[in-house]
Each structure stands twice: as structure tokens, then as C-alpha cells.
């Protein structure tokens, strides 16, 4: 088994949250459980260096490049885990979550359990933190996934699965998506097709049926994206 975490430096919340737990599970429950850290190339060595004095069967890789592309370092974790071997990975933080699920059933891993105590979107918003903001708008997709498509759940509140399992939430449903034999949203196709005033017959009359679904989130909710030919194209000579 892996427990992944990317770009959190050590700590004594990371040691007391991760490098102690682990120290303990296998101790008392005879677990093999191997860390792989990803963290930033700033004092990389140091930070290496000490992550394995609190655990020295550690790995310990370097993020490249830059946290919004983690999808770079998905493909490390797939060649490390073609060498390794695990069943299984604990992704601490959405990234992490993401990481494991992109390369789930392309090699040994069949389980991802989401670890939600790395609270990034909170601390990306509330501190400086060097990412651009359109991903701080947009990590919230990651989280999504890692809510709703890991096999198990670490500290993760029924109401954020909730909040993520809502109907509204994932509004608009097309009418392929509620005519698909495949319906494994936790409501109704009903809720689906009609969100909003349902209760006070007000949705059925005057219902408009979307024929794409949400694009990246909220963000094409508030961003104008035009996917027509430019005007250059279009002008009369």
C-alpha cells in the first residue's frame, strides 16, 4: 500500500497526521505502508532530508513543474507504482486523489481511498499561495472527483458528499444523460429534469432542456467563452 501526499512540505501537522499514523498502523496492525511524498524543488534536499529521519523508507520525488500540472506527475506515480506494486493508495488532499485515480486500473491499483484532511482550496484562497487563480476557481472539479469516484473516504463529512451529490450541483442534466441506462446519481432522473420547483408544479411548463452539460464548473458560468469562427473569418471582403 502507498500513502500519497503531493506538495505538502514536512511539517508537524504533516508528521503528526501522516508519519505518526503510519508509524502506528504498522505497528499495531502489521501494515506495510509505504509514504510517497511528492514536494516542491525549493530546498528540495533539506526537506527531503527530513521527512526521512521521521520515516526512512520514504520516497521522496520532486513536483514537476508546478502544482496546476499535476497530471505530469501522474505519470511518475504510474512508473513508480509499475516497480512497486501496491494494491492499493491513501491520497491525502484532492491532487493526490486525482493522481491515484488517473492511473487506478492502469497498473496494480484498484483501490483509491481519498484522505480529505488536506484541505487545499481552503488554504489555497485564504493564503498567498503561487497557483493562478483561474485554478484556484477550479480546483473545486478535483475535489469533486476525489469525493465521488474514490472507493473510500477518510475524514469526509456526509455533507460534503452531499453537496457533491446533488442535483443541483451537477445541473444541467441533458436529456441523454437522464436517458442513459447507466444512472447512478444518488436522486431521482426526476430531480434531475426538474431541480427547481418541482414541489410547486412551476419547472414542468416552462422547462428548457440544456443540450450540453457544465464546462469546467462554475467557471463557464462566469467566463464568456466563444467557440464561433473569429470575426476575421466571417467578414465580407
Same mark, same amino acid.
Given at each position: ?7 505538502? /512540505? ?22 506495510k ?9 525549493h530546498?528540495?534536499?533539506?526537506k527531503? %532530508?527530513?521527512l526521512? !529521519?521521521?520515516?526512512? !523508507?520514504?520516497? =521522496?520525488? /520532486?513536483?514537476?513543474p508546478? *502544482? ?5 506527475? *501522474?505519470?511518475?506515480? +504510474?512508473?513508480? $507504482? ?11 488532499n484532492?491532487?493526490?486523489? !486525482? ?7 492502469k $497498473?496494480? =491499483?484498484?483501490?483509491? $481511498? ?16 503561487? =497557483? /493562478?487563480? #483561474? +485554478?484556484?476557481n ?9 469525493? #465521488?469516484?474514490?472507493?473510500? &473516504?477518510?475524514? =469526509? ?9 446533488? *442535483?443541483?450541483r %451537477? ?10 441506462? #447507466? +444512472?447512478?446519481k444518488?436522486?431521482?432522473r426526476?430531480?434531475?429534469?426538474? /431541480?427547481?420547483?418541482? %414541489?410547486?408544479n412551476? *419547472? &414542468?411548463?416552462?422547462?428548457? +432542456? ?12 462566469? !467566463? ?11 467578414a465580407? #471582403?
Open positions: 500500500m502507498i500513502y500519497l501526499t503531493y506538495g505538502e /512540505p514536512p511539517s508537524g501537522v504533516f508528521f503528526s497526521q501522516v508519519t505518526d499514523v503510519l508509524n502506528y498502523l504498522e505497528e499495531k496492525h502489521q501494515s505502508i509505504r509514504l510517497v511524498a511528492f514536494i516542491s524543488l530546498d528540495f534536499s533539506e527531503k %532530508n527530513e526521512l !529521519n521521521h520515516r526512512h !523508507n520514504s520516497i =521522496v520525488l /520532486p513536483m514537476l508546478k *502544482a496546476p500540472y499535476w497530471k505530469f506527475n *501522474a505519470i511518475i506515480l +504510474w512508473l513508480l $507504482c509499475l516497480f512497486l506494486k501496491p494494491k492499493s493508495i491513501i491520497a491525502r484532492v491532487i493526490a486523489a !486525482n493522481m491515484a485515480l488517473r492511473i487506478k486500473n $497498473c496494480s =491499483v484498484k483501490k483509491v $481511498c481519498f484522505d480529505g484532511r488536506g484541505a487545499m482550496k481552503a488554504e489555497w484562497t485564504e493564503y498567498p499561495i503561487t =497557483v /493562478p487563480d #483561474n +485554478w484556484k477550479n480546483i473545486h472539479e478535483l475535489e469533486n472527483n476525489a469525493v #465521488n469516484k474514490s472507493d473510500f &473516504r477518510i475524514a =469526509v463529512t456526509y455533507k460534503l458528499v452531499e453537496h457533491w451529490q446533488s *442535483a443541483l %451537477n445541473a444541467p442534466h441533458t436529456m441523454g444523460a437522464l436517458l442513459n441506462e #447507466n +444512472w447512478d444518488p436522486y431521482s426526476e430531480s434531475a429534469a426538474f /431541480p427547481h420547483g418541482q %414541489n410547486f412551476l *419547472a &414542468r411548463a416552462g422547462k428548457y +432542456w440544456p443540450t450540453v452539460g457544465r464546462i469546467d464548473g462554475a467557471y463557464g458560468d462566469r !467566463n464568456l467563452v466563444c467557440s464561433c469562427e473569429p470575426i476575421s473569418e466571417l465580407i #471582403n
